[in-house]
């Protein structure tokens, strides 16, 4: 069974977000918006509406944007705009991978530093493209 072309370009731009995400702890911008505009065009190209596109960017980058602003240096501006990524490419199954995302990386955060006090954990920077990836992928494979 083939997959289809935005999972197979989503796979793409999350291991190059994944892999600058470890090695600089920036994600490019030619990989989020520079993604976020083939993913869009590829899925308005398979019949995805427009507005349907419009309302899975807002749900998935507006609280990510929100919460950067709430506590700068927690979400970088990176961060927020990798959330459109698997939002264009898999649509609400993106919102489904965001969560399971968000929850990896704090229970990866947690048990990697089980004797750290609260704070510390809090404290700590943890690259979150990897564990988007992780969440796109498992998504992927629930919805086709």
Same mark, same amino acid.
């Given at each position: 069974?083939?997959?289809?072309?935005?999972?197979?370009?989503?796979?793409?731009?999350?291991?190059?977000?994944?892999?600058?995400?470890?090695?600089?702890?920036?994600?490019?911008?030619?990989?989020?918006?520079?993604? *976020?505009?083939? !993913?869009?065009?590829?899925? $308005?190209? /398979? @019949?995805?509406?427009? =507005? %349907?596109?419009?309302? &899975? #960017? +807002?749900?998935?980058?507006?609280?990510?944007?929100? *919460?950067?602003? !709430?506590?700068?240096?927690? $979400?970088? /501006? @990176?961060?927020?705009? =990798? %959330?459109?990524?698997? &939002? #264009? +490419?898999?649509?609400?199954?993106?919102?489904?991978?965001?969560?399971?995302?968000?929850?990896?990386?704090?229970?990866?955060?947690?048990?990697?530093?089980?004797?750290?006090?609260?704070? +510390?954990?809090?404290?700590?920077?943890?690259?979150?493209?990897?564990?988007?990836?992780?969440?796109?992928?498992?998504?992927?494979?629930?919805?086709?």
């Amino acid at each position: 069974m083939a997959l289809p072309t935005s999972v197979c370009l989503l796979v793409a731009l999350l291991a190059w977000a994944a892999a600058s995400d470890l090695r600089t702890r920036t994600i490019p911008n030619a990989c989020t918006v520079g993604g *976020a505009m083939a !993913l869009g065009a590829v899925s $308005l190209a /398979g @019949g995805a509406g427009p =507005l %349907a596109l419009a309302g &899975a #960017l +807002a749900m998935a980058c507006v609280p990510m944007a929100v *919460a950067s602003l !709430l506590r700068p240096g927690a $979400l970088g /501006g @990176g961060d927020v705009k =990798l %959330a459109a990524l698997p &939002a #264009l +490419a898999l649509g609400p199954a993106g919102l489904a991978a965001l969560l399971l995302a968000f929850l990896t990386a704090v229970a990866w955060t947690v048990a990697g530093n089980p004797r750290r006090p609260l704070t +510390a954990i809090r404290s700590a920077v943890v690259p979150l493209a990897p564990f988007v990836a992780f969440g796109s992928a498992v998504a992927a494979a629930l919805v086709g």
